[in-house]
């Protein structure tokens, strides 16, 4: 166990994925779901009331009984709102524990339990939206794949809503680091005791972060690799455009300063 210890330890490659779930697994799904439905949480989802103001202004680029598609709609915090305010909505997650909760709040919406990336359908919604940054947890293939099923799934002139943080957010935000924890009566990451080992690494001139996450218990080792990348415009254009996207406008956190068109 030494040994897959010191080896976890080292800084891992570019875009290396994790073997271990993380949203579907039966513990930490629990806490996720919790995180989901905190009101005053910033954490798995914003803030309920922040939500609540988002939706209420994204409904201002959605046509009037407009049909809908949220990938990684968790519990239907969005699909919720936009149900109520009378839009066709299907929302897909890969976590059981949160598809199951949105279907007991929200009879309306369309829930499917499933990898959003695998989705196959064709000229079906005047918008898709990725809320919370999940584009940027991607890599770069799986972007590509995401980006090329959400162009077939739009009808014409369809809009691909997604928020991503600027390399201004990783400037201020993310810096190499490690730190440990013991957490004797288990947390987050599992309900026996354990010791979570926690780095952040930087790649691609600082603009690329990984969050690693190595729990130790006494039945064996967990390793968690969660990314995120920073945007500009530029970069951002230069990613959609050749997959048949123009960006026709960015915002500042979904509120109603706009920076560039």
């Known amino acids: 166990m030494i040994d897959k210890l010191f080896g976890l330890l080292n800084k891992p490659l570019l875009w290396q994925r994790s073997a271990e779930p993380f949203w579907d697994d039966e513990y930490i799904s629990k806490g996720m779901l919790e995180a989901h439905l905190n009101p005053e949480w910033d954490a798995a989802s914003r803030k309920h009331s922040y939500i609540d103001r988002s939706a209420k202004w994204l409904s201002g680029f959605i046509p009037a009984y407009g049909k809908i598609l949220d990938l990684g709609c968790g519990p239907g915090l969005y699909t ?71 162009y077939k799934a739009l009808k014409p002139g369809g809009l691909f809503i997604f928020d991503v943080f600027s390399e201004k957010h990783f400037i201020n935000n993310k810096a190499n680091k490690t730190s440990w924890t013991f957490c004797k009566n288990g947390g987050f990451w599992s309900a026996e005791s354990y010791i979570c080992l926690e780095a952040t690494h930087l790649y691609e001139s600082n603009t690329v972060a990984l969050n690693q996450y190595v729990i130790v218990k006494n039945d064996g080792i967990k390793e968690y690799l969660i990314w995120d990348t920073a945007y500009t415009i530029s970069k951002l254009t230069s990613e959609v455009s050749p997959l048949g996207f123009g960006v026709k406008s960015v915002y500042d956190s979904l509120k109603l300063t706009q920076n560039n068109s």
């Open 80 to 150: 919720k709102r936009f149900s109520d305010m009378g839009y066709d909505v299907t929302g897909i997650d890969y976590s059981k524990r949160s598809i199951a909760y949105a279907k007991s709040q929200d009879t309306k919406t369309e829930y499917l339990y499933k990898n959003y990336l695998e989705i196959d359908f064709n000229n079906m919604f005047n918008v898709v939206t990725l809320i919370y940054c999940d584009y940027a947890a991607l890599t770069p293939d799986e972007r590509q794949r995401l980006v090329r099923n959400v």
